[in-house]
């Protein structure tokens, strides 16, 4: 029998997929409450969920409220957004790290974060570096169930303009139907598919740490 009375942790609920997978989990009677922890509030008014408004680059000191029995990390910028290398460190790495830091401390065994197809900690490619530098670090703490989605390009209407963004998702349309076989993993991904991926990963059992963007679309289903 599945347990409903679950407590879930949510970094980046105030984000396009991390939105899309708190309306989702809002519907799923397996959970009781949810604990939202970001910068600004996401105006939903629901009994189940618990805010806490705090500065995500200090996350460490506010750890006695980062209790639950699962944490979903949908952290994450952009180049254009924070062009400053060592900001963009702090976010893309220290703080899905500083999370599964308080998730090992504080008892919390399963832990999804959303990192890039492409990360590797060898790669010359900055924003790959840093999200390959990040998967090894979360790994390293050692959570029973620890699971990483690596998605190809995120598609959707995301609330502030990335023009570059936008022209490529829309290149990307007519190449995704070139792309089959072992290329199917750089098709464009939905928000709505990764957050249905990390809910399914977070009820069931799956051997793999590191899930590529075509494996992230199965599971979906």
């Known amino acids: 029998m599945k347990r409903k009375d679950k407590t879930a942790i949510i970094l980046g609920a105030t984000g396009l997929t991390g939105g899309l997978l708190l309306e989702r989990l809002l519907h799923d009677e397996r959970y009781e409450k949810f604990k939202l922890f970001s910068r600004s509030s996401v105006a939903i008014n629901n009994p189940k969920i618990e805010e806490h408004l705090v500065d995500l680059l200090a996350l460490e000191e506010h750890t006695v409220n980062f209790t639950a029995d699962e944490v979903f990390c949908c952290i994450g910028t952009t180049k254009k957004k924070t062009p400053d290398n060592e900001t963009?460190?702090?976010?893309?790495?220290?703080?899905?790290?500083?999370?599964a830091k308080a998730a090992k401390n504080n008892g919390i065994n399963t832990f999804i974060v959303i990192s890039a197809l492409g990360a590797s900690a060898k790669s010359k490619v900055f924003y790959n570096k840093v999200k390959g530098e990040m998967e090894e670090a979360v790994l390293a703490q050692e959570m029973t169930r620890t699971f990483i989605l690596q998605p190809s390009l995120i598609g959707g209407d995301r609330t502030e303009k990335r023009t570059g963004e936008w022209l490529f998702k829309q290149v990307m349309k007519v190449v995704d139907v070139l792309l089959?076989?072992?290329?199917?993993?750089?098709?464009?991904?939905?928000?709505?598919?990764?957050?249905?991926?990390?809910?399914?990963?977070?009820n069931n059992e799956y051997k793999e740490a590191r899930i590529a963007s075509d494996k992230i679309k199965t599971l979906a289903q």
């Open 180 to 202: 089959v076989g072992p290329l199917k993993k750089y098709r464009t991904i939905a928000p709505d598919t990764l957050a249905a991926a990390m809910i399914w990963l977070a």
């Open 88 to 99: 963009y460190r702090k976010i893309d790495f220290g703080i899905p790290v500083a999370a």
